[in-house]
């Protein structure tokens, strides 16, 4: 099910007053109406409640459809709450969806609200109530009669299954896309979109603010108050990312399967020797009228560290893997970390690739590969140096040479002395890959690439 808290409106009560006259709902409640509650009262009671400053109330939807509501009131700032819920579909009861809404209202008295705790009251014979809240975290703190007071600490929140990473710089055009693919999620189990929004100079942080609004407990949001980089962005977002698994989604990517995030999580629960799992996606060129096409015409496959050395397998924003495997010395300074994490992720486990085509990579004009330089290029030679630190599986200097190739191939512009060093070490690390070549032979056999990447070079 896709499940979202929102906040409620006064349009709510055409639906909420019919649940005010069913007496199961209210069975274990202290508070319970005492008469006849029609559409205008309900209108009017939720008119006056939602002008207090001192609640905040959101309704619960699954599928789009409204179910129920969640509540903080007594909200004292930068301290405390009470906690409240109910389901009035009953439908829905015991099929996980307040587990779900209870976490998204924490997430928000943690992250908008800045609150320390929060507490609630149930009815000590609620026994599914009190199961629910003891599994969100809540701890027994009194009981007085028939009511057991609980309270959670936010610092000790659990942390969701699933954080899904989202740098965002300039994505005006697309963030909104990006987050409509996470928030029709069906899923099972909890997650949370951290967002990196790197000071743009666009609208893209006023987007982001305005789905925070409407969906609040759905999201971490780090904003920069100056422009950190890429490097710096990423190593703050993957910091924040405190789920069991990580997803990847940048700003400019979208998800289009809604159930991506739980195919994923499913075959990762299933198969504890994976360390990742990454699917097809479709590709779109927005700078050509070249038509759109799958990213890889692969099927269904399990993958090696070697399978990474040169083109990927899969996009990254289809990729899902365990967060305990990210490292803090993950090199910053490289221009393909993607492909540094897909290699990472493999030295601690195999990586599936499904072929279910799940998202959409977007080819468009401000993509780093239409204006990379030869010195930026270069910084990948580092990739391979630092994977060694954690397996000896890996095929270096196959590794050693496709970089080689890229750094000619791929360079818009290269410089007179990379161009000399590259020269060289293109040649050293196909000599070392195969030591029964010759250097005639393998000088001649790239001869073409180095010759076209000369047209390439700047001097000076």
């Given at each position: 099910?896709?499940?979202l808290i929102?906040p409620?409106t ?8 019919k649940?005010?006259n069913?007496p199961e709902?209210?069975k ?6 005492n008469k006849?509650?029609?559409?205008k009262?309900?209108k ?12 905040a ?5 699954v599928d ?5 509501n ?9 301290q405390?709450?009470?906690f409240?819920i109910?389901l009035?579909?009953?439908f ?13 209202i ?8 800045n609150l320390?705790y929060?507490?609630?009251k149930v009815?000590?014979?609620h026994?599914?109530?009190i199961?629910?809240y ?5 701890k027994?703190m ?6 057991i007071?609980m309270k959670?600490?936010?610092k000790?929140l ?6 899904v990473?989202?740098?965002v ?6 963030i ?5 693919g996470?928030?029709m ?10 967002i990196g ?29 100056k ?15 405190t ?5 990847m ?6 998800w289009?399967?809604?159930?991506k ?11 504890r020797d994976?360390?990742?799992v990454?699917?097809?996606?479709e ?15 692969y099927k269904?496959?399990t ?11 899969f996009?990254t ?8 495997i ?5 090199p910053k300074?490289?221009?393909s ?10 030295c ?11 998202a959409v990579y977007r080819?468009n ?5 239409r ?6 290029m ?5 990739i ?14 196959r ?6 190739y890229t750094?000619?191939a791929?360079s ?5 002395f990379d161009?000399?060093?590259n020269?060289y070490?293109?040649?050293y690390y196909?000599?070392k890959?195969d030591?029964?070549l010759?250097y005639r032979?393998v000088f001649y056999n790239n001869?073409?690439?180095?010759y076209?990447?000369?047209k390439?070079?700047?001097?000076g």
């Amino acid at each position: 099910m896709n499940i979202l808290i929102r906040p409620l409106t006064i349009d709510d009560a055409e639906i909420s007053y019919k649940w005010r006259n069913d007496p199961e709902i209210w069975k274990f409640t202290e508070n319970r109406p005492n008469k006849e509650i029609t559409w205008k009262i309900e209108k009017e009671w939720l008119k006056n409640t939602l002008a207090d400053k001192s609640n905040a109330r959101f309704a619960i939807i699954v599928d789009n459809v409204y179910v129920g509501n969640v509540q903080l009131t007594e909200i004292t700032p930068s301290q405390s709450a009470q906690f409240h819920i109910f389901l009035g579909e009953k439908f829905f009861w015991g099929r996980g969806v307040a587990r779900q809404a209870t976490y998204q209202i924490l997430v928000y008295a943690r992250e908008i609200l800045n609150l320390n705790y929060v507490f609630l009251k149930v009815n000590k014979h609620h026994l599914s109530a009190i199961e629910l809240y003891k599994n969100n975290g809540f701890k027994v703190m009194d009981e007085v009669d028939d009511f057991i007071t609980m309270k959670h600490y936010l610092k000790d929140l659990h942390p969701p299954m699933v954080s899904v990473f989202c740098m965002v710089y300039n994505h005006e055009k697309y963030i909104a896309q990006a987050i409509e693919g996470f928030l029709m999620q069906r899923t099972s189990f909890n997650s949370i979109m951290v967002i990196g929004e790197d000071c743009s100079n666009d609208g893209s942080r006023r987007i982001i603010l305005d789905y925070v609004k409407k969906y609040p407990g759905k999201f971490k949001i780090l904003l920069s108050h100056k422009n950190l980089g890429a490097h710096n962005n990423q190593e703050l977002v993957l910091k924040n990312c405190t789920g069991k698994y990580v997803a990847m989604c940048e700003g400019d990517d979208c998800w289009t399967d809604p159930l991506k995030l739980q195919k994923q999580v499913d075959f990762m629960e299933t198969n504890r020797d994976y360390s990742g799992v990454g699917t097809n996606s479709e590709v779109i060129y927005e700078y050509s009228t070249r038509s759109r096409h799958l990213f890889k015409d692969y099927k269904e496959r399990t993958l090696g560290i070697n399978d990474f050395l040169m083109s990927r397998p899969f996009h990254t924003a289809t990729f899902l893997f365990k967060k305990d495997i990210y490292k803090e010395d993950f090199p910053k300074n490289i221009l393909s970390a993607d492909r540094a994490l897909f290699m990472l992720t493999a030295c601690y486990g195999k990586i599936k690739l499904l072929s279910d085509v799940t998202a959409v990579y977007r080819r468009n004009e401000t993509g780093l590969s239409r204006s990379v330089k030869s010195n930026q290029m270069m910084k990948d030679y580092a990739i391979a140096k630092y994977i060694l630190k954690y397996t000896n599986d890996l095929d270096y200097y196959r590794a050693q040479s496709f970089v080689a190739y890229t750094v000619f191939a791929y360079s818009q512009e290269i410089y007179f002395f990379d161009f000399i060093k590259n020269s060289y070490l293109l040649l050293y690390y196909k000599l070392k890959r195969d030591s029964s070549l010759s250097y005639r032979y393998v000088f001649y056999n790239n001869f073409k690439l180095i010759y076209r990447s000369f047209k390439k070079v700047k001097f000076g």
